[in-house]
């Protein structure tokens, strides 16, 4: 349909993958080596700048292959949110999901478990196959990342510098997914689209019964009942730091935005600095 392919190519220009003339910049081109959706390839080579590709690289292989949570059988709900709690990170389910990735190769890979994946995996509730395809994913991403010549920075998840780096490198491609909690009660409104969302129930914050009020997310849902999954918290000031003029200028009117346009205001005299030394 013409508007959705208007609205491809106004995204891939928010994303700085388009040339004045429409064709694929310098960058794009960059991007699009990398079989993943633009937002996440705009993340992948952010974090280069960010220092944080190790981190990065298992994230976007977590959120590119099937959701590793289990539907659980009735009755087994509690047992669940027990055995995931686990891996709960409190900055969010992208960190969450780097410390599943990580305890499934520790686990697979220890005396105990001698390769049974599949063991360990049901133990937890979690998806082998799902697991086992971010693996090979992640292993693709890393040889691509290798042929082109970028940078791949040591692995440092856990330190708050390398938790900030994170944010600032999701938020270099998810600027267009951020929702704020309205009225305090878990009802997000979106500030692209001004659609209403709940958090998806396999976020780690249904685990934890805390609404962070700022969020990222990697995608909306309607089929599941209008909600936002693989979701963490963001700083309004990290996102007015970040977010192109462009495309915050196009966002429609709502309180959210009003929020932001006053951190803005405080940040356009450094923002304008920045831009001159660029």
């Known amino acids: ?13 928010y994303l700085a993958a388009l040339d004045n003339d429409g064709n694929l910049s310098e960058f794009g081109i960059i991007m699009s080596e990398f079989p ?18 190790d981190e990065m690289l298992t994230i976007a292989a977590m959120v590119t292959a099937p959701s590793c949570f289990l539907h659980t059988p009735p009755g ?15 900055a969010g389910d992208h960190f969450t999901l780097i410390n599943v990735f990580s305890a499934f190769r520790a686990a697979t890979a220890s005396p105990t ?14 998806s082998c196959s799902a697991l086992s395809m971010a693996e ?3 292993a693709e991403l890393v040889e691509i990342m290798k042929r082109i010549e970028l940078p791949i920075s040591e692995p440092d998840f856990g330190s708050e510098a390398n938790l900030l780096s994170i944010k600032k490198a999701l938020l270099s491609g998810y600027f267009m997914h951020i929702a704020r909690d309205v009225d305090g009660s878990g ?9 209403v969302a709940q958090l998806h129930p396999f976020s780690s914050y249904c685990n934890t019964r805390r609404i962070p009020e700022w969020v990222l997310f990697h995608e909306f849902s309607i089929s599941e009942g209008n909600s936002i999954r693989v979701v963490s918290e963001i700083s309004p000031h990290l996102f007015a730091e970040l977010v192109p003029q462009y495309y915050f200028s196009n966002l429609p009117p ?25």
Request: aromatic share 8%.
């Open 36 to 53: 993943l959706d633009p937002q996440l390839s705009k993340s992948l080579l952010a974090s280069c700048e960010f220092e944080c590709v």
């Open 136 to 138: 090979m994913i992640r």
């Open 254 to 278: 709502s309180e959210s935005k009003d929020i932001l346009q006053e951190m803005f205001n405080h940040l356009v005299p450094v923002s304008a600095t920045k831009e001159e030394q660029k």
């Open 187 to 195: 009802n997000y409104l979106m500030l692209t689209h001004k659609q």
């Open 113 to 126: 478990h001698p390769g049974n994946r599949e063991q360990w995996c049901c133990e937890y509730f979690l």
């Open 1 to 13: 349909a013409p508007e959705s392919l208007m609205q491809a190519l106004e995204d891939l220009d």
């Open 76 to 90: 087994t709900e509690e047992i669940a949110r027990s055995r995931w709690r686990r891996f709960s990170h409190p």
